[in-house]
């Protein structure tokens, strides 16, 4: 009788223990569910923390760039989705100061590629380059 009790009285605490696991399972669960949707709707309200201005000139410089360069150029831009684009513009503008524009708009004016390659690399971080090159791959090899 004794050995009944001892096996009814542990049988009783693994349940309470896998009961107490599967609600707080089902709790983290949630909980998990709730910061992936936090965290993709905070991606998707993500606000441009560049300044409107010089995003507006960087903007009209690449869209000046675009109209003086070549056909491929331009099919190249034109098949970029807006996100790209802006993409592409965020990241130049969060990088060009203000007394660089200058020196930047005579790259674009005058089609100074090597120009616009050697800045880039001296003001992008690693991250941003591998950003454009992955959008260079994208639209330039995969038409």
């Known amino acids: 009788m004794k050995a009944f009790k001892s096996f ?3 049988l009783a605490i693994i349940l309470a223990i896998g009961g107490i696991f599967l609600f707080a399972r089902k709790s983290i669960s949630k ?7 936090t965290v993709e709707e905070a991606k998707e309200t993500k606000k441009s923390t560049t ?3 010089k995003k507006a000139i960087v ?3 690449v869209d000046q760039y675009i109209e003086k360069s070549d056909g491929k150029v331009k099919e190249i831009a034109e098949s970029m989705t807006e996100e790209d684009k802006d993409t ?3 990241i130049i503008a969060n990088n060009v100061e203000l007394e660089d524009i200058p020196e930047v708009q ?3 004016s005058s089609g100074d590629t090597a120009g616009l ?4 690399q001296e003001n992008l971080s690693e991250d941003e380059q591998a950003q454009l090159a992955e959008l260079m791959l994208k639209y330039a090899l995969n038409p």
């Not at 390659?117 to 880039?120: E, L």
């Open 8 to 10: 009814i009285i542990t």
């Open 31 to 37: 909980d998990v569910e709730s910061t992936v949707e």
């Open 51 to 53: 300044n409107p201005i």
């Open 59 to 61: 903007s009209e410089a």
């Open 88 to 90: 592409v513009t965020e």
């Open 106 to 108: 005579a790259y674009i």
């Open 117 to 120: 390659m050697k800045y880039a």
